[in-house]
Every structure is written in C-alpha cells, then in structure tokens.
C-alpha cells in the first residue's frame, strides 16, 4: 500500500507571511504534497499617493503615513504581510480609481496576478522537487490566476481547480473551489444546483474512491465546519440575547457528494472561524480555519496509507 504525506492549508487572502510558512513546510515535514484550496489573493488595494514633493501619502488602518522614496519599500512589505495590496499611483488616478468601479476591478486583477507571479517565484528556492505543490483557486480568486498557475514553469506546481490530481500511484485528489452563493458575490460562486453539476464532474474523473480525498472549498452544510454569523442584508452580524447569532452557511451539494460517493477524507475551507473535523457517515471532513490577517498559518498534517487516514496533525506557526 502506497503512503503519502501532504500539509493541507486554505484562505492566505495576499498573506505572504503564510505563504512562505506554507512552502517551508515541505522541507520541515519531508512532505510529499502542498495543497491548497484557495483564496489566495489580497481583498483590498492601498494607494501610495505621490506629492508634488516627491513624498507618498499612503493610509493603513486608519493610520495617515507620509513617506519617502526610501520608507517606501519597507511600507509596501507591511502592506503585503497583512494581505493588502500596495500600488503608487498619482492624485488623478487614485481619484479615478476611487470614481470608476471598471477600472478599479481591472487594476485590482493585474495587481493580484502580479502577486501570484512573486509567489511562485518562491517556490524553488523553499520546496525540493519532489514534493507537489497543488493550488486550487477559491471564490475569491479571479479567473485571470488561473493561467499564470496553469502556464508556471515550475514542473511541481500543478493547477488542481475542477480537476483530479495524483498524490501519488494510490492516492487521488479532486479540487474544486466554487462556492454556494454569499453576501458578496465573488467570483466563483454559483446556485446548488450549478454547483452540484460541477462536483459530479470532477468526482466522475476519479478511478478509486475508497482511496480519494476531495479537496472541495466549501464545506458541507449543517457540519459544524460551516458555521458563521448571520448577516443583515447590509452585512452587520445579528445579534440575540448580546451574542452573535451563528448558522450553518455551508453547501448542501457539497453534502450530497460527500454522503453519496464517500471518500478517504474531504480538505474544506472558506469558513475561517470555523476549524476543527468531523465524520460524515465514514468520511473525514476538516477545515484548519484561517488566521492570514495575523500572519499565521493554520493548516492539517495528513498522512494517507492505503484507504486509511493514518495521522492528522493540527499546525499552527
């Protein structure tokens, strides 16, 4: 029976910090796989606005900054460790920017590709070429990533989305990060319906079952990994009796699929605060959660032999 290892994590949203944790992983564990399911890139654009003196004014978190060519550098790597995205601009474009939805969503999408680039470039330098590196987009991640993974000259890097990736001769993976619908309406969301659709379809590609690991974004319904707070329809937490008030907001097809086919073990994410695993009928589901806005990695050790989960180790660092 073939045995492989792999660290599972999910949901960096731009955090470099844990991304050079994730890749640094491979060698601390002597890993034979890096999985991740999405939600890679940063959520928010900060401007570094030139002065006619040549100084850059520039906000990070409510904090007014004026800063020099030199004070530069060191703003934009503070900028990436908390998952945002630094860009110098000029007083007309930043008003621009701030005006024209178009132009702010097409700036936004060259800037995240840019980031995917760098951080690929990481790659060689952090993990030995003998361990895979698969990377599946969330619903957070716009389409325009999906090629520069695909198009990667590194030949350990593989594009896992909608598609069954091989751990190794035994051991299957099968990637999909569309998401039932949310309140902000990303980019790779869809009915339950459509959603259903697209996972029938990857499962279809899988040639043992017993011995698969779904690697699905979103988490099951009523599964306890899926529970969030209620939202108003202007996204403000519902409150009862003081306490916020929290629902299961996960995927009912994501359910069905794992009810009816069964696999080894299902990788989740998209719900940060709700880590932990549990059993659907005799499958393992687990979700390591997600800590990117303070820099740190949470993430699942896994070691698969045959058709039997033979350790699951919680990693935080």
């Known amino acids: ?39 890679m890139t940063g959520k928010l654009i900060v401007p570094l606005v030139k002065r006619e ?41 930043a008003e621009e920017i701030q005006s024209n939805e178009e132009k702010r969503e097409k700036l936004f999408e060259g800037l995240q590709v840019q980031i995917i680039k760098l951080w690929l470039q990481l790659i060689p330098d ?31 890097v593989i594009f896992g989305e909608e598609e069954v990736v091989c751990l190794d001769e035994e051991h299957e993976v099968a990637c999909c990060g ?18 259903l659709e697209r996972l029938e379809k990857v499962v279809a590609q899988i040639k043992n079952l017993k011995t698969a690991v779904f690697c699905f974004h979103c988490p099951p319904y009523n599964s306890i990994i899926d529970n969030a707070p209620k939202l108003t329809e202007d996204l403000k937490p519902v409150y009862a009796s003081g306490s916020p008030v929290i629902i299961p907001v996960g995927s009912v097809s994501v359910r069905k699929v794992i009810e009816k086919y069964q696999p080894l073990i299902c990788l989740h994410g998209h719900i940060h605060e709700s880590a932990g695993f549990v059993k659907i009928g005799k499958t393992l589901c687990l979700n390591p959660g997600s800590e990117y806005g303070e820099g740190i990695m949470r993430a699942y050790l896994v070691e698969i032999e045959g058709n039997k989960v033979k350790r699951l180790q919680k990693v935080e660092a």
């Not at 890749?23 to 991740?36: Q, T």
């Not at 060191?74 to 900028?79: C, M």
């Open 53 to 93: 003196d040549g100084k850059y004014d520039a906000s990070l978190f409510g904090e007014s900054h004026i800063l020099t060519e030199a004070d530069v550098p060191a703003f934009e790597e503070k900028v990436r460790k908390v998952s945002y995205i630094p860009y110098k601009t000029t007083p007309e474009e």
């Open 126 to 156: 952090r993990v030995p070429q003998s361990c895979k590196v698969i990377l599946s987009p969330g619903n957070d991640d716009v389409f325009a990533i999906d090629d520069v993974i695909r198009n990667s000259p590194y030949s350990n």
């Open 178 to 195: 569309w998401t039932n619908p949310t309140p902000w309406h990303t980019a790779r969301e869809c009915s339950e319906e459509e959603l």
């Open 1 to 39: 029976m073939a045995k492989v290892r792999f660290l599972f994590a999910t949901d960096l949203h731009g955090s470099e910090t844990v991304w050079r944790k994730f890749l640094n992983s491979a060698k601390y564990f002597n890993l034979d796989a890096l999985v991740l399911s999405g939600d």
